[in-house]
């Protein structure tokens, strides 16, 4: 490659970098998760008996929601604080279709591979996505929080897997674009809230019933 060529994509790349850190400076700050809720008017209480699962909840289930009944799935089974197992990386959720009002996954999204070989290749995270989809009920949301690019917790621990960016969700799980869809993604989301907390991107989507 001559140096000319060299220069050309040297530019382009720095073009590239600039860009996604404009993304990410255009994301609106949030204040907390339970503020950007509120201002979506989100975090109230249902009129009936609601139902919410945490993945990869660790041994506390998260419920930013409200939900009247709180479930857990994690790698560390606790039956007695309603906590199943599951390895969502190989395996599915061990849930019937629609059955949550809501879905959410703090710090652990970037857990999950994009690509893994058993030994055929699967796309472990937009099977994952799948799993998300298929158990939520039509309108129900799904919150995630997750570490992205350019910020230094997305790269820093050597078990994040999965690098994500502002427009992960939004160009390859929405109901608009659907770049998942050439990788097997089935479902379609409709973004509701996407926001900055520090260096994690808040992403509240909701089920659509058909892609």
Request: glycine share 8%; proline share 7%; with cysteine.
């Amino acid at each position: 490659m001559g140096l000319l060529a060299k220069l050309q994509q040297a530019r382009r790349l720095v073009t590239l970098l600039a860009d996604m850190h404009r993304g990410v400076k255009d994301l609106p700050e949030v204040r907390s998760i339970d503020h950007l809720l509120a201002q979506h008017r989100l975090n109230g209480e249902a009129a009936g008996p609601t139902r919410t699962l945490d993945i990869g909840c660790g041994p506390d289930p998260k419920n930013p929601f409200r939900a009247s009944e709180v479930h857990g799935l994690d790698i560390r089974e606790d039956l007695g604080r309603n906590i199943r197992y599951a390895d969502l990386t190989i395996g599915g959720a061990p849930y019937p279709d629609g059955h949550f009002d809501y879905v959410t996954a703090f710090e652990f999204l970037e857990h999950v591979p994009r690509v893994i070989y058993l030994p055929e290749r699967r796309f472990a995270f937009v099977e994952l996505m799948n799993e998300v989809w298929r158990i939520t009920k039509p309108d129900g949301l799904f919150l995630s929080s997750t570490p992205i690019y350019p910020f230094s917790p997305a790269f820093r621990d050597p078990t994040h897997v999965n690098l994500m960016t502002h427009e992960t969700m939004s160009i390859y799980f929405d109901n608009r674009h659907r770049g998942a869809a050439m990788y097997g993604f089935r479902g379609a989301f409709d973004i509701v809230a996407q926001g900055r907390l520090g260096s994690n991107l808040v992403c509240v989507m909701r089920k659509l019933s058909r892609p």
